[in-house]
Nanobody, 124 residues
């Protein structure tokens, strides 16, 4: 059974940093792209960042480009999201997901597995 578990979310002040982790179990995903999405209260879930299976390519939403960095460790079956210069508008539940294929996509329907999420709150 595939399981994704996100950790690392917490309350942080504006300008602070956090690193989210997403550990996958049940099978390896070195051939699959992985992504981070987020959902703020009253808003739809949105794409944040994605990474290919090898980690050689990444893609970011404009709102986080230059502040967030996605990476992965296939030996640990884990993907990370380093978040710097956090803003109150980054407050959301953050989810990791495994894509159905190797290409990064911003389309949520192209992701097969999802974690339960971890809450990030940025205070002003």
């Amino acid at each position: 059974q595939v399981q994704l578990v996100e950790t690392g979310g917490r309350l942080v002040q504006t300008g602070g940093s956090l690193r989210l982790s997403c550990a996958a179990s049940g099978r390896t995903f070195s051939g699959n792209a992985m992504g981070w999405f987020r959902q703020a209260p009253g808003k739809e879930r949105e794409f944040v960042a994605g990474i290919t299976g090898t980690g050689g390519s990444t893609y970011y939403a404009n709102s986080v480009k230059g502040r967030f960095t996605i990476s992965r460790d296939n030996a640990k079956n884990t993907v990370y999201l380093q978040m710097n210069s956090l803003k109150p508008e980054d407050t959301a539940q953050y989810y990791c997901a495994v894509a159905k294929a190797g290409l990064i996509s911003t389309d949520q329907t192209r992701y097969a597995y999802w974690g339960q999420g971890t809450q990030v709150t940025v205070s002003s």
